[in-house]
């Protein structure tokens, strides 16, 4: 028996978990592996796909699935297998390139399966495919294959509020479409985020509901905050999260796991 049996922490992973320095804090690992010595289940919960997340995976303590493509799946990397896996309506091909049809200067990149299809990629595209560092093919996005995990629009931020404030207006009903970056769109199927999947991986845990705690630092990071007894953010996060009253800590380069853990350590 330990202090933390019967507790989920789930964090994000860039930014969060994985400083700016493209590294995980020693505190953190050292918080986690005293998190889970005591009893309690950590995981991911982060906007990558499995294709870009895996290479990651084995650096991080997990004892419990991790959370995957900003809520649209739950991926078991002890087993090595899908748990739950949600996917796009199958129109979205036609909506996301009749929105490409309005606003020209965005970028698609879509997932399916293990394979990433680009169309239209500009610099912020780019960028994106040299930080996860995973190959990819330019394609027209009606021919893409599908069914499509997510998808993201690549844009200056201003542009994406506007395709989102259009893309929501006719097809609220079929999309999520929330920032992961100030850049970067996500678009999972509708009812698929952070925080629902993090609420479901809690049940199949048979973890209770108050005894859930998320950390993360940007807008697609509010619905698992939501799910949180308390909301933790690093003090790096987007002003969104802050202004949504989220419970700031340390800097992720300095290690935020660790003042959460230490503040579970007082609570139980």
């Keep these: 028996m330990g202090k933390f049996d019967g507790l989920l922490l789930a964090s994000d992973f860039d930014d969060t978990l994985y400083d700016l320095t493209f590294h995980i804090p020693e505190r953190n690992l050292e918080a986690i592996r005293y998190f889970i010595h005591q009893g309690g289940f950590f995981t991911v919960a982060t906007g990558r796909a499995h294709r870009t997340f895996a290479p990651y995976a084995p650096m991080v303590p997990m004892n419990a699935p991790a959370v995957l493509s900003n809520g649209a799946a739950i991926y078991d990397f002890q087993k090595d297998e899908m748990v739950e896996q949600t996917l796009l309506d199958q ?7 009749a929105l490409m049809g309005e606003f020209p200067s965005l970028s698609l990149e879509a997932y399916h399966g293990e394979d990433i299809y680009i169309w ?3 610099e912020i595209t780019m960028a994106h495919m040299k930080k996860v560092a995973c190959d ?14 997510k998808a993201l629009f690549h844009q200056e931020h201003e542009v994406l509020v ?7 207006s006719r097809w609220a009903d079929r999309y999520e479409a929330i920032f992961s970056n100030p850049r970067y769109l996500e678009i999972t199927r509708k009812g698929s985020t952070k925080g629902g999947m993090v609420a479901r991986l ?3 845990l048979g ?13 697609n990071d509010i619905p698992m905050l939501e799910k949180s ?3 933790f953010a690093p003090a790096n996060c987007a002003q969104e999260v802050k202004d949504w009253g989220a419970r700031i800590l340390c800097h992720c380069n300095d290690g935020v796991i660790g003042d959460i853990v230490e503040v579970l350590d007082k609570l139980y």
């Design 91 to 97: 129109r979205a091909p036609a909506d996301l390139g």
């Design 120 to 122: 239209n990629p500009n």
């Design 136 to 149: 990819y093919t330019i394609c027209p996005v009606h021919a893409m294959p599908t069914p499509w995990v």
């Design 162 to 168: 506007n395709a989102r404030e259009r893309l929501l």
């Design 202 to 204: 809690a049940q199949i």
């Design 207 to 219: 973890v209770r509901p108050e005894h859930v705690y998320c950390v993360g630092d940007n807008q």
């Design 229 to 231: 007894a308390i909301p």
